[in-house]
C-alpha cells in the first residue's frame, strides 16, 4: 500500500475513480479486465483501491454506465469520489469476476443525485 502512495507522490501513476452513476447500476464489466484485482465491491456500487490501480486504462471503456473517470479527468461534481473509492476499498472485499447487474440497473443509470442510495 506504501509503495503505491510512493509512486504517486513521485509523479508515478494516477488512479482511476467509479463514481456516482455506479450506484445502484453496479455493472462488473470493469473487474473482468483489471489486471491487478483493484476492484471492490460493496452492496449496490464498485470501487477502486486507489493505491492497487496502475492507470491501465482498461476499465473505463468496459463500464456500460460511464462511471470511470481517469482521476484527473474526474468531473468538479464528482471530485469527492476519489475519496470515497480509497475509504471504502479499506473495507469491502475484492471483487475479480463479472457479475449479472442488478435487475433494475438500467432504470439508474443516468438518474442524477443517488448518493443518497449508497449502502455501506
Known amino acids: ?8 507522490v513521485f509523479g508515478g501513476n494516477m488512479t482511476y475513480v467509479v463514481t456516482e452513476n455506479c450506484i445502484r447500476c453496479k455493472y462488473t464489466d470493469c473487474v473482468e479486465v483489471c489486471p491487478v484485482d483493484c476492484f471492490h465491491e ?5 470501487v477502486i483501491d486507489p493505491d492497487e ?7 473505463e471503456p468496459e463500464c456500460p454506465a460511464e462511471a470511470i473517470f481517469a482521476e484527473d479527468d474526474l468531473p468538479e461534481n464528482q471530485q469527492h469520489f476519489l475519496e470515497l473509492n480509497a475509504e471504502l476499498a479499506l473495507n469491502w472485499p475484492v471483487i475479480t469476476e463479472m ?3 442488478p435487475e433494475d440497473a438500467q432504470e439508474w443509470d443516468g438518474k442524477a443525485d ?4 449508497l449502502e455501506r
Open 1 to 8: 500500500m506504501l509503495q503505491g502512495k510512493i509512486a504517486k
Open 42 to 46: 460493496g452492496p449496490n456500487f464498485l
Open 53 to 59: 490501480c496502475i492507470d491501465c486504462t482498461l476499465c
Open 99 to 101: 457479475k449479472e447487474p
Open 114 to 117: 443517488k448518493l443518497q442510495y
